[in-house]
């Protein structure tokens, strides 16, 4: 019968037809020898396209469905996504995501893992004929009997668990311990354990001003939320204020005994909180370095590194964790509010009303908490191994957690669901930071650092390979 698809497998060693028998036959692109055929429709079929990775082939039919199959054996393994046909093509970046067009004028992209619409449709004034993702994940582009070729941008229509080609900063000579985005989400800072701290444009990458040097391994990178000041800290056991629009040293002091491992800016962005492996958490003065509040030390024989100091969302509370305790005080004072939560957690964020706590143990569970009685309201497994870092959205909706089993993931605050598939690592992933508002997202070493800008459109990521990454959401 007469022919209406063809696509070419990426790895060179398929051809898939289509057409009016209804039916896909996968081909040998070498010897032309037929491999498999199954019937894929109730009417003829109009698009055929492979997934990068060559094991899935979508189908489009005048049978208004669009159905995903597996290469080698024909099963159905998604849809149909009922409502479209002529043109079908999977984002070269990621075989969960996949684009339609169709004679009802429409471009519409699609989850294949939950087999849902995202976002609007895309309107054409006539059929669409042709629909192409670019290479980069950041341009649909569409055509059709309107005479008209449109390009779209992906940007805040694809889910933020998509992949899309990243900006490779290289300028580190060691491990990118931390990465933080400054408030106007075009800048983001760097520090590494090779001494230095350096500040980027997000937009194309370049780097901005003077590099900034610590003396010591970089552990801890904080941005105040005023956009005007950069706090690190790490093996010289001292923390460093530096002016965020010049990257000229405001302030140094000693700050502990040994390491810091931790800090962050209070609200108001007057006071920076650190954490150390001297077992401590101190509240400092952002302008001058006095000691506004502390040690805030470990309590009932709990001996730990502090891994984490999180101020409250209204900056009166602080929630410091190590040695198996998560402990809430009074930010102005040293004064515990509830007994210490016993909780193998290695990180922690608030909800931005306040109300809860979300932790990430040491055994991969996730728990949430009531901040006002710590008592526990829910827990999973979120992960197979430790959750070395966790991030909230300003609005409350998602939070991230990452970890030592080499993935990020996505979860709804409210319904606890995972949202996408896990962002996988080449290594462990240490430490996040978010903003308002995530992909195979590779690094060549363990990820010591993940930051969303606060416009909620980059994500950045730096770890072991001296790299810093930054991610188009």
Not at 32 to 45: A, F, I, M, N
Not at 56 to 77: A, C, E, F, H, K
Not at 205 to 217: H, Q
Not at 460 to 465: H, L
Request: hydrophobic letters at 40%; proline letters at 4%.
């Amino acid at each position: 019968g007469r022919v209406y698809a063809v696509a070419a497998s990426s790895d060179g060693k398929l051809i898939a037809t289509g057409g009016v028998e209804k039916t896909i036959t996968i081909w040998n692109a070498t010897t032309h020898e037929k491999v498999v055929e199954w019937e894929g429709h109730s009417d003829w079929v109009r698009s055929l396209a492979f997934s990068p990775d060559s094991a899935r082939v979508v189908s489009g039919s005048r049978d208004y469905m669009v159905i995903v199959w597996s290469t080698t054996t024909g099963q159905q393994l998604a849809g149909p996504l009922e409502g479209h046909i002529y043109t079908v093509d999977f984002s070269p970046g990621n075989a969960n995501f996949l684009v339609s067009g169709s004679s009802d004028t429409t471009v519409r992209l699609w989850d294949t893992t939950t087999q849902q619409q995202i976002g609007p449709a895309l309107q054409h004034d006539s059929e669409v004929n042709s629909v192409a993702i670019s290479p980069d994940g950041r341009h649909l582009a569409s055509g059709g009997y309107d005479k008209k070729v449109r390009i779209w941008s992906l940007q805040g229509i694809v889910p933020k668990w998509l992949p899309l080609s990243p900006l490779v900063l290289h300028a580190h000579t060691n491990t990118v311990r931390s990465v933080v985005f400054l408030p106007d989400g075009k800048r983001m800072v760097s520090g590494s354990k090779d001494g230095s701290i350096r500040t980027w444009r997000v937009e194309d990458g370049e780097e901005l001003g003077t590099v900034m040097k610590e003396g010591g391994a970089v552990v801890a990178v904080a941005a105040s939320s005023d956009g005007r000041w950069i706090a690190t800290g790490g093996s010289k056991r001292t923390i460093t204020i530096w002016n965020a629009a010049t990257n000229e040293k405001v302030i140094e002091w000693e700050a502990h005994t040994d390491w810091l491992r931790v800090l962050a800016f209070s609200p108001d962005s007057a006071r920076v909180a650190s954490g150390s492996r001297d077992q401590t958490a101190v509240i400092w003065s952002t302008t001058t370095g006095e000691r506004l509040t502390g040690p805030l030390t470990p309590l009932e024989g709990h001996p730990g590194w502090v891994v984490f100091t999180e101020f409250s969302p209204d900056g009166d509370r602080i929630a410091t964790g190590g040695g198996n305790l998560i402990r809430i005080w009074r930010s102005h004072i040293s004064e515990l509010i509830i007994p210490p939560i016993h909780v193998g957690a290695w990180s922690l964020v608030w909800t931005p009303n306040g109300q809860q706590l979300i932790a990430g143990c040491y055994d991969g569970l996730i728990k949430f908490f009531d901040a006002s009685t710590g008592s526990l309201l829910a827990e999973w497994g979120g992960h197979t191994n430790i959750i070395f870092c966790m991030a909230i959205s300003p609005n409350g909706n998602f939070f991230v957690s990452g970890s030592t089993d080499t993935t990020v993931r996505i979860w709804d605050t409210a319904t606890r669901q995972q949202i996408g598939p896990a962002l996988q690592h080449g290594g462990a992933v240490n430490s996040m930071d978010t903003s308002p508002d995530g992909t195979a997202l590779r690094h060549g070493g363990a990820v010591n650092s993940v930051a969303i800008s606060h416009d909620g459109r980059h994500l950045a990521s730096g770890g072991r390979d001296r790299e810093v990454r930054v991610w188009n959401l």
